[in-house]
C-alpha cells in the first residue's frame, strides 16, 4: 500500500547524495544508505522494487515518460523530482540519470541516478509548473500536457530543452 502524503518536506543534507541503481526496467539493485535513510524503507523493503515505490502523485506522468525517453537512448538527463517518504513526507531532489552500458555489446544493461538537494527557487517555480501539468494530464490527458510542457520551453527561448530545463531556471526567472 502507498502511503497517504503528508505537507511535510524533510530537509536533505546539502554535502550528501541519495544514490541508486536499476536494471533496464527500473527495478532497484542498489541503493545507498542515505537513500535508506531519507526514504524510510529499509535495503530490503527497496531491492528488487520498482523505483515508482517512492514516487510522489503530485509528479506528473509526462516527467517520467520523457525522462524513459532519454534515458532509454542512452542519453544522460537531470531532472527535479518530489518523492514521497514511507511516512508520507516528500523531498525534492536534483537527480542526475546515467545509462550504464554492457562493456562487450554495448547495450543498456541498466540506470544509476543520484541525487541532491535542490534550491527553494528552483522548487517553487518547478512546483508550479508541475501542478499545471497535472492538472492538464488530469483533465486532458498526458498528449496535452506534453504540449503545453512544449510550448513552455517554447516560450523561455530556442535552446531551452526538458533535459537543461534546470540549468535555465536559473537564467530566466
Ligand atoms: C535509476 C532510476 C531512478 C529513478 N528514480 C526515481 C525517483 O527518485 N523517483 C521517482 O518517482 N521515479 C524514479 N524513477 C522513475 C520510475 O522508474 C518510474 O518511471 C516513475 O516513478 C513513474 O512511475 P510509473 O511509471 O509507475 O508511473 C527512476 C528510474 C530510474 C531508471
Given at each position: 500500500m502507498k502511503p497517504t502524503p503528508i505537507n511535510e518536506e524533510i530537509q536533505l543534507d546539502p554535502k550528501r547524495y541519495?544514490?541508486?541503481?536499476?536494471d533496464e526496467l527500473g527495478t532497484i539493485t542498489f541503493c545507498n544508505d542515505y537513500f535508506v535513510e531519507i526514504s524510510g524503507y529499509s535495503k530490503e523493503e527497496l531491492m528488487g522494487k520498482p523505483h515508482n515505490i517512492i514516487r510522489h502523485p503530485d509528479m506528473p506522468k509526462v516527467v517520467f515518460k520523457l525522462l524513459w525517453e532519454f534515458i532509454s537512448q542512452g542519453?544522460?538527463?537531470n531532472v527535479v523530482i518530489k518523492n514521497l517518504a514511507k511516512d508520507g513526507r516528500y523531498y525534492?531532489?536534483?537527480t542526475e540519470f546515467e545509462s550504464r552500458r554492457d562493456t562487450d555489446t554495448g547495450k543498456i544493461i541498466?540506470?544509476?541516478a543520484s541525487r541532491k538537494t535542490?534550491?527553494?527557487h528552483v522548487t517553487e517555480i518547478i512546483s508550479d509548473l508541475y501542478a499545471k501539468l497535472l492538472e492538464i494530464e488530469k483533465e486532458e490527458g498526458i498528449e496535452a500536457s506534453?504540449?503545453?510542457l512544449k510550448s513552455f520551453l517554447k516560450s523561455k527561448g530556442d535552446n531551452v530543452e526538458f533535459q537543461n530545463l534546470m540549468e535555465e531556471i536559473?537564467?530566466?526567472y
Open positions: 541519495i544514490v541508486s541503481e536499476t542519453k544522460n538527463i525534492w531532489v536534483f541498466g540506470y544509476t535542490v534550491s527553494k506534453e504540449e503545453y536559473h537564467k530566466f
